[in-house]
Every structure is written in C-alpha cells, then in structure tokens.
C-alpha cells in the first residue's frame, strides 16, 4: 500500500485539500495530514513543484494542484466513476467547486466587515443561486440520487465539502430549500459512516478556523 503524505496549512482548517481527505477517508485509505502554520510557510514554499498547496507526497514522489490530486486518489480508489464518460462527468463537476473556490476567495480574504458581509451577500446571490439551480436540473435529470452515475463519485464529496461542510456552515440551509435533490445529496454524503468519522476526527483534531 502506498504511503500518502498530504501538506497543507492548518488554517482554513478544510480549505483546498479537504476533497483530497473526504476521499482517502471515505475510501478507507490511511494517511499522513501534515499541517502546517502560515509562518512556516516562506520556508515550505521553495521545496513544493510550483509554490503553493496543497501537495501530495506518494513513496517520496510529489504531486501539486488540488483537483489534479483529487482526481488521481479518486482514479486510485474507485470514486472516479464507472467508464471514461463518467470520468468525464465527475471532473466537470469538480471544475465547478474549483471555479466556486475561486470565487469565494473574494470575500473570504476581506478584512472589512461590512464590505465583507456584502461581498458574501453579493457571492450567494449572483454566483450560487443560479449554480444551485442548475444542479438541481442535472440531479433530476440523472434521477439516481448522485451527480454521476448510480454510485457515490468524487464529485459528490466534492459538493458536499463545499456546500454543506463549508456553506452550511456559515450560512445555514436556507439557500438549498429549492433544490431538494442537492440537499438530499449533501446530506447523504454527510451520513456515509467514514466521511462522519473522518469529520469527527478533523473537528475534534483542529480548531475551527479563523478568517
């Protein structure tokens, strides 16, 4: 079995290599979650292929870019999908939270609080309402309860690291009561035994975040 050593900061506690853990966890898989402080990281930075994180370390080779990351431990672990178009799928969907990501990185770096407030505001408005929407469409039209497919992908964990774990968080359920089948996805995702085991762990494990 190979040894899998993820590296990424300790704050935000989830943060861009979360996927990668729902993953490894969900999978069963054990690894090494090498955290580290913001301080640390002048003297991290040099020694990662292209000067951020997260990066995967598998038997001393290094992998860099989140989805490429989250993709492959996917490929490894039976999360990636069924046939070449499924694939296909399950990284469509993971595109997306990556450019949400993006996106949330706006009002998540503001250190005013009242522009702040707005910015999220303006986020959940403009950018995932209509997203919301639009999922909803390609769950009914998929009709098995998962995003691709008639089994549980990366790209389900994927939503719900970001939509649950993430959203929900901050800003409480009301933004899904018009997508019933996203709401039903997240939370089933939420219930599997090893994501509430692993969240179990990371929560008890890190303190919340801070922005």
């Known amino acids: ?37 913001h301080c640390e990281w002048p003297a991290i930075k040099p020694t990662t292929p292209f000067g951020h994180v997260p990066i995967l370390e598998v038997d001393g080779r290094v992998l860099a870019q989140s989805n490429t990351i989250a993709r492959y431990l996917a490929k490894k672990h ?49 950018t995932i309402a209509p997203h919301v929407a639009a999922v909803e469409k390609q769950l009914k ?19 719900y690291a970001y939509f649950s774990d993430f959203l929900e968080v901050k800003f409480g359920s009301a933004f899904l009561k018009a997508a019933p089948r996203l709401k039903a996805l997240i939370d089933r995702v939420k219930a599997l035994p090893n994501v509430q085991k692993w969240t179990a762990y990371r929560d008890a494990t890190y303190p919340e975040d801070k922005e």
Not at 21 to 30: M, P, Y
């Open 1 to 37: 079995m190979p040894v899998y050593k993820l590296h990424y900061f300790n704050n935000p506690r989830q943060g861009r290599a979360e996927l990668s853990r729902l993953i490894l966890s969900q999978a069963g898989v054990e690894f090494q979650d090498i955290r580290f402080a």
């Open 78 to 126: 039976g999360l990636a999908g069924q046939d070449e178009w499924e694939e296909a799928l399950a990284d469509m969907y993971a595109d997306n939270i990556h450019d949400l990501l993006n996106a949330v990185a706006v009002p998540f770096v503001e250190k005013d609080p009242v522009k702040k407030k707005e910015l999220y505001q303006n986020f959940m408005r403009i």
């Open 141 to 159: 039209k998929n009709n098995t309860g998962y995003l691709v497919g008639n089994q549980l992908t990366w790209a389900d964990l994927a939503y």
